[in-house]
């Protein structure tokens, strides 16, 4: 999504919105989190409980909308990690447990 889609998005769900202002600002935080960094970096640092609440507050689905990884997803410590381990979805899910030592070996 480039950032004039993004804008355009931002007005429509602003100009539509009904509902508790903190609700929307935490929504956006994970909108701008999937926009800039893609999906997979948001859905690390959030629950998927709290990814289905933003994503009904927004309307859309974030997989939907934007990239797997975007322009600063190489920033992320946590989605390096799992690409490293291939094991995304288990680290997510909190199966796979990464401990200190080995997070540090890693980088």
């Given at each position: 999504?480039t950032?004039?889609?993004?804008d355009?998005?931002?007005?429509?769900?602003?100009?539509?919105?009904?509902?508790?202002?903190?609700?929307?600002?935490?929504?956006?935080?994970?909108?701008?989190?999937?926009?800039?960094?893609?999906?997979?970096?948001?859905?690390?640092?959030?629950?998927?409980?709290?990814?289905?609440?933003?994503?009904?507050?927004?309307?859309?689905?974030?997989?939907?909308?934007?990239?797997?990884?975007?322009?600063?997803?190489?920033?992320?410590?946590?989605?390096?990690?799992?690409?490293?381990?291939?094991?995304?979805?288990?680290?997510v899910?909190?199966?796979?447990?990464?401990?200190?030592?080995?997070?540090?070996?890693?980088?």
């Amino acid at each position: 999504m480039t950032n004039k889609e993004f804008d355009i998005l931002l007005d429509g769900i602003c100009s539509s919105y009904k509902g508790q202002g903190d609700k929307l600002t935490n929504a956006f935080g994970s909108l701008v989190v999937a926009h800039k960094m893609g999906w997979r970096v948001l859905f690390m640092l959030t629950s998927e409980p709290t990814i289905r609440k933003h994503e009904k507050i927004l309307g859309l689905k974030f997989r939907d909308c934007f990239e797997e990884r975007g322009q600063y997803a190489y920033r992320s410590l946590g989605l390096k990690i799992s690409d490293k381990l291939s094991d995304f979805w288990n680290i997510v899910q909190g199966r796979n447990k990464i401990n200190k030592l080995d997070k540090f070996l890693l980088e």
